[in-house]
């Protein structure tokens, strides 16, 4: 697979997968595995694009190993999306799928004898895209983890109409996860963005040459790599310009994207 001659790109490929030129760009986070640092990395892009002086509301669309709180359930990683909005929507908005058990989301399901249904993930999705210029979406586990028997990440992927980011856990094995995920996602005909390196392993051996086969093997360019720091999601300057670059949306009187799609459609150290 070759590789993007310039980071610089990414500038590009947010303006044309946002049509619409009132708001700015969403984008779907994924990652090469579950608790790789996708909740990490969107509530850092979220800090960016605040401190250009945009609005951005995260959203984890479904949401499982939820806790059982008086107002209901829920999930530490959509708590944390939440606590980075700008405005601050109702959790309802950012975790329309709440699921007690911390296993991947269909079995959950099945343990609650419910379904995982699109219609409220789209109904929330349109509410908080109407508030906002920018909504990170971020994903559950990687990206082949089942949603149900017949549904997949890369049908929400779709019918959510959002590019997509890939979080890989700089790791031994992520040069493997890396390319399978990205491979997976272009076969699934999604729109890859580029890629955020996240150094889950502060000990990891030869990174850096990591790094470089990463940068030349994936086909897409590398929009940073977020260093070792549990303890903050602060890191804004970690990223490369080009994820902030984003330029403020010209006013236009309507967004003629529909409000929702419908359910058939084809087939974190956080």
Known sequence: MAKKSSECGYYRMMQRASPHSRRGADVFITGTDTDIGKTYVSVTLLQALRAQGRT?????????????????????DALALQAAC??????????????????????????????????????????????????????????????????????????????????????????????????????????????????VDP????????????????PVPCLGVLKHQPDSFRQISALDAAVLSIPPPSPTPTDSRPETAHDHVPATHR
């Open 56 to 76: 951005a509301i995260g959203m984890k669309p479904i949401a499982s190993g939820c806790t059982v709180t008086a107002n209901g359930l829920r999930n530490e």
């Open 203 to 218: 000990a990891m051996r030869a990174r850096e040459g990591n790094l470089d086969t990463l940068r030349h093997l994936l």
């Open 86 to 199: 700008n405005p601050r929507p109702d959790y309802a908005e950012i975790n329309p799928v709440a699921l007690l058990a911390p296993v991947s989301p269909h079995l959950a399901a099945t343990i609650e004898a419910t379904r995982i249904e699109l219609s409220p993930i789209h109904q929330a999705f349109t509410a908080l895209q109407a508030r906002t210029q920018h909504v990170i979406v971020e994903g559950v586990g990687g990206w082949l983890a089942p949603l149900r028997e017949d549904l997949s990440v890369a049908d929400l992927v779709r019918s959510m109409d959002l590019p997509v980011i890939l979080v890989v856990g700089l790791r031994l094995g992520c040069l493997n996860h890396a390319l399978l995920s990205a491979r997976a996602i272009l076969a699934d005909g999604c729109t890859l963005l580029g890629w955020i390196g996240n150094a």
